[in-house]
């Protein structure tokens, strides 16, 4: 069991790091996707009996991150028909070192901090840190108002990772309530991300200037 | 009880998105606010209504902010009545529902004692009060709701790592893991010691990204610049003390655990490092509105700094949230009047704003004397009773640099405060038809007196309140 999910999670890895490294903006948006999808299957790795609430939690979650975020997000990137993002503040190849010692760094993090006993030998809590650099990375490295919220996307699935630690700790509602939380606030900052582009023109957060000492 | 104030305003908002009439919409806020603050004094005379579920518990230092944020809500909701005449052209319809949504989604965070619910809660606090920003739809608007979005989603996102860090500090531990806030404080001394530093210094950064520490507090001064007064207002004294409140929660808990050096540095760094951040900006500030953000920021430094101080400065601690809260509305609700009155907000056409509006003017003025510590106004007493704290706990430098600090800060505050307040209007000031009506200068008159009446002489309930939420951080409750 423990073999499969480390390889899940490993896979999870790999796409942080095509996150990383490609400039269409469109398969980005898909890759993460299919993360939030694999990540649904790891509390079936972990958790021999599966109960009501871990299913609906799981079938919850791919819905959300699998497909609805994702509709939203492609439409609206069809509206401001934008296709690559050009030009980020560190290039791509120079995106996945730094994502690579990212996650280098994120084992030697997890490295120190003490397991429980039936954690041992997962992958989970490196992953989890290394996947929340990576978010970091993306919402600092782009400036396409979209690919910052990819960036908070792929964050926040880290997150997600850590959580399967702690089933019994976060209930039913109160883990509907976070995924409500996720939903719509991509759902309003994608409404945002539309007025931008009609003010400005352009999805480019260097636009959004004004503001400054 | 707990679902009561939590439904109620919801409900409220929902009947706003349907309501028809653009002209009589505003009246649901005082509506529900008069009802609210009913409700709220109800609750608070009876501590059997107290305890709703295992969930949902108004402890006292949630007693605390509950007050707090229901007055300067209905204060705000006639306000805004008078404000949105004002704004006619536009409609208010989602303005009104998410101010009655903000004040459903701040019941559940102070009811909240399960820290998992309570950060679902302080998240929909930041979505909900995102369209409040991008009221007046310029292009500086939205640039302004963008930065508060991303970097408040970013925060909150890392407080929601802490809270599972702290969940799992407890099954590290070898206990079951659980977030309800009675169980992990009963298991915090046997709590695993790396997890939960790490547990706090995201959920600092998280929560204090939410109330705008520095170095986190960058979408403040634009968030609070473009805002309406009265938006500015529910921010400065709503939204952070929410935030403010999931703090104390986890300072409670590294008490409980025995952690007070390891928090205690830390929060005096964050504290003393924002007051210096803010004094900083404020030199020199020509936009009015983004001083009273820098203001902002140097007040969440000074409740951080006196937790980190603790024990004798808790009290004072505690009545900041008060008085900060209710100066803020001062301030912000009377440089909304003068924004209006000039249709500007730089000094250099905004001037003269006592002869122009006498009372908006004295009310700025006021509230500037009242913020910045001065006598005989609440924050004094605060202000006073965290220095007071520093000296018996023989922290010299860190009471030595708050004075300094708070010297800075009036200095700079002062320079614009009295250049937008004392002299004639420039030549090239815009004229507007503005002049304070009842409905926008009334609610400002009543929270300065307030304010004042603080300063004087504090309220024997509040008292008894205060000293609760003090007994209660420090677990002899």
């Known amino acids: 069991m423990t073999d499969l999910l480390n390889a899940v999670l490993v896979i999870i890895l790999v796409m942080n790091l095509f996150a990383l490294g490609t400039s269409r903006i469109n398969a980005v948006i898909r890759t993460v996707a299919i993360q939030g999808i694999l990540l649904g299957i790891i509390p079936l790795l972990i958790h021999k009996h599966l109960t009501i609430p871990v299913a609906i939690m799981i079938i919850v979650a791919v819905v959300i991150k699998g497909t609805v975020i994702p509709t939203i997000m492609i439409r609206a990137l069809r509206d401001a028909q934008i296709k690559r993002e050009v030009e980020p503040l560190i290039g791509f190849l120079p995106s996945i070192i730094l994502g690579a010692m990212a996650t280098a760094f994120a084992l030697l993090i997890a490295g120190q901090l003490p397991l429980a006993s039936q954690h041992y030998g997962t992958l989970l809590v490196p992953t989890s840190i290394a996947t929340v650099f990576v978010g970091f990375i993306l919402l600092v490295t782009r400036y396409k108002a979209i690919s910052q919220v990819i960036g908070y996307l792929v964050l926040e699935n880290g997150i997600f990772i850590f959580s399967m630690l702690l089933v019994e700790a976060m209930p039913l509602i109160v883990e509907m309530g976070v995924m409500l939380d996720l939903f719509v606030g991509i759902f309003v900052t994608c409404i945002i991300i539309n007025h931008i582009n009609q003010a400005f023109s352009s999805m480019d957060t260097r636009h959004l200037v004004s503001l400054k000492e | ?477």
């Open chain 2, 1 to 477: 009880m707990a679902f009561i104030m939590i439904l109620f305003p919801l409900m409220m908002a929902a009947i706003a998105l349907a309501f028809p009439s653009n002209r009589l919409r505003p009246w649901l806020l005082p509506l529900t606010a008069v009802i609210y603050s009913a409700t709220t004094v109800f609750v608070l005379m009876r501590p059997e209504l107290m305890v709703t579920a295992k969930w949902l518990i108004l402890d006292p230092p949630g007693r605390i902010v509950l007050l707090v944020v229901s007055t300067l809500f209905l204060f705000c909701s006639f306000y805004t009545v008078g404000y949105l005449q004002y704004r006619k052209e536009r409609s208010n319809r989602v303005f009104c529902a998410c101010l009655l949504g903000f004040l459903g989604i701040m019941s559940i965070v102070v009811w909240s004692h399960h820290l998992g619910l309570m950060w679902v809660a302080i998240e929909a606090t930041t979505l909900v009060t995102a369209p409040l920003i991008y009221f007046n739809r310029t292009q500086r608007s939205i640039e302004a709701t963008w930065k508060y979005l991303m970097v408040g989603s970013v925060g909150i996102a890392l407080a929601l790592l802490g809270t599972f860090f702290l969940a799992y500090s407890s099954l590290q531990a070898g206990l079951e893991s659980t977030l309800t806030f009675e169980d992990v404080l009963q298991n915090a001394p046997l709590l695993s010691k790396p997890w939960l530093h790490a547990a706090f210094i995201l959920l600092l950064v998280g929560y204090g990204t939410k109330m705008g520490l520095a170095p986190m507090h960058t979408w403040k001064p634009e968030v609070y610049g473009e805002v309406p007064g009265v938006v500015g207002a529910i921010f400065a004294g709503g939204v952070t003390s929410c935030a403010f409140l999931a703090i104390l929660r986890i300072y409670q808990i590294c008490l409980a655990a025995g952690e007070y050096a390891y928090v205690s540095r830390l929060l005096l760094f964050m504290g003393l490092f924002s007051m210096i951040v803010a004094g900083l900006f404020m030199v020199n500030q020509r936009d009015f509105k983004r001083m009273l953000a820098y203001s902002s920021v140097e007040h969440m430094g000074i409740l951080v700094l006196g937790l980190g101080i603790g024990g004798p400065a808790l009290f004072g601690t505690l009545l900041h949230i008060v008085t900060n809260g209710l100066t803020k509305g001062v301030l912000f609700l009377s440089s909304g009047n003068i924004h209006r009155a000039y249709d500007s907000k730089s000094t250099d056409v905004v001037r003269g704003a006592m002869r122009r509006l006498p009372l908006s003017g004295t009310l700025f003025l006021a509230g500037f004397l009242a913020i910045t510590g001065s006598p005989p106004f609440g924050p004094f007493i605060s202000e006073f009773a965290i220095l007071n704290g520093a000296f018996a706990t023989g922290r010299f430098v860190t009471a030595g640099l708050f004075l300094a600090l708070l010297l800075l800060v009036f200095i700079g505050m002062g320079a614009t405060v009295l250049t937008v307040v004392q002299g004639r209007s420039p030549a090239n000031a815009n004229n507007t038809p503005y002049r304070d009506g009842f409905l926008t200068a009334a609610p400002v008159v009543i929270l300065m007196v307030m304010v004042l009446l603080i300063g004087l002489y504090i309220p024997a309930p509040l008292v008894t309140m205060l000293k609760d939420a003090v007994s209660f951080l420090e677990g002899r409750l």
